[in-house]
C-alpha cells in the first residue's frame, strides 16, 4: 500500500474564534459525554490489526459523508483529512496562470481535503498541500496544527514532522469538532529565514510598502474630509459674509 496521496480541492466556510471561546454549536435536547482525544492520544500511539479493524468499522458508521476509511491486507488503512489553509503571508507559485515566481495571498476559508495513508507523515501532508497549489516555497516555512476541544473551549498544538495525522482523525473519529487541522506558517521565532530566497524577500516588501501607501492614503482622505465638514459648520455658524 503506498504512503502516498491525492487531493480533492473544495472552499469552506471561514471560523473565528479564539483559545477561550468555542466556535461550535451547542448541542440541543440530551447532552451526550464526548471522548477527550488529547487524554486517549497521549495514552496510545498504536493499536493492533483487530482494535485498527474494529475503530475504522466505527468510523465509517459515524461519518456523514463518503470519505471513509479502507484497511488493507498489510495492516496500512487509507482515508482522507481535511486541511484548512490559514496562510497570512504571500505564497510564492511555480507557474500556471500567473507567473513563476510571482507571489499571491491564498483567499480565506479555502480547504483542500488529501487521501493519504497510515504511514502519511505531517511533513509529508504539507509537501502535498503546497503541491496541490503549485507554490514553490520551502515546506520548511509551513507547519500543520491540529485544533482540538476540551471542556468546550478550542486549542491548536502543533504537530511534529513524524507524526501520522490519519492516526489522529481515527482515534478522534470523523467529527470535526473535536479534531480539524489547520496548515499555517511558522510563528516568526521559527521562521527560517534562509529559506527565502531573494526576490521572496524583496515580493513581501514590495507588498508591505503597498499597504503601507494604502494606509497612509486612507489617512489622508479620512481627514480631508473632516477638514471639510468643519469649513461647512464654521459657514453655516458665521453666516454668509
Given at each position: 500500500m503506498s504512503s502516498g496521496y491525492s487531493s480533492l480541492e473544495e472552499d469552506s466556510e471561514e471560523?473565528?474564534?479564539?483559545?477561550?471561546?468555542?466556535?461550535f454549536k451547542k448541542p440541543s435536547g440530551k447532552i451526550t459525554e464526548k471522548?477527550?482525544?488529547?487524554?486517549?492520544?497521549?495514552?496510545?500511539?498504536?493499536?493492533?490489526?483487530?482494535?485498527i479493524w474494529q475503530r475504522i468499522e466505527q468510523y465509517n458508521l459515524l461519518t456523514k459523508d463518503h470519505l471513509k476509511m479502507t484497511l488493507g491486507a498489510g495492516g496500512v488503512y487509507t482515508g482522507f483529512i481535511k486541511v484548512q489553509m490559514d496562510l497570512r503571508r504571500p505564497m510564492t507559485v511555480q507557474g500556471s496562470q500567473t507567473r513563476a515566481g510571482e507571489a499571491f495571498y491564498l483567499p480565506q476559508g479555502v480547504s483542500n481535503t488529501l487521501h493519504v495513508s497510515s504511514k502519511t507523515t505531517v511533513k509529508e501532508v504539507i509537501v502535498g498541500l503546497l503541491s496541490k497549489f503549485t507554490v514553490a516555497d520551502n515546506p520548511a516555512k509551513y507547519a500543520l496544527y491540529?485544533?482540538?476541544?476540551?471542556?468546550?473551549?478550542?486549542?491548536?498544538?502543533?504537530?511534529?514532522d513524524a507524526e501520522k495525522p490519519l492516526f489522529l482523525r481515527l482515534v478522534a473519529g470523523p467529527d470535526p469538532d473535536l479534531l480539524s487541522f489547520v496548515l499555517k506558517e511558522q510563528q516568526t521565532g521559527e521562521v527560517m529565514w534562509d529559506a527565502f530566497s531573494i526576490p521572496e524577500l524583496k515580493n513581501f516588501l514590495r507588498i508591505l510598502d503597498k499597504e503601507e501607501q494604502e494606509q497612509k492614503d486612507a489617512v489622508i482622505r479620512r481627514y480631508e474630509t473632516y477638514r471639510q465638514r468643519l469649513q461647512e459648520a464654521l459657514l453655516e455658524v458665521r453666516g454668509p459674509s
Open positions: 471560523y473565528f474564534f479564539t483559545a477561550r471561546t468555542s466556535f471522548k477527550d482525544v488529547e487524554k486517549e492520544r497521549e495514552l496510545r500511539t498504536e493499536f493492533s490489526k483487530e482494535e491540529k485544533r482540538y476541544r476540551r471542556e468546550e473551549q478550542v486549542y491548536t498544538c502543533k504537530l511534529a
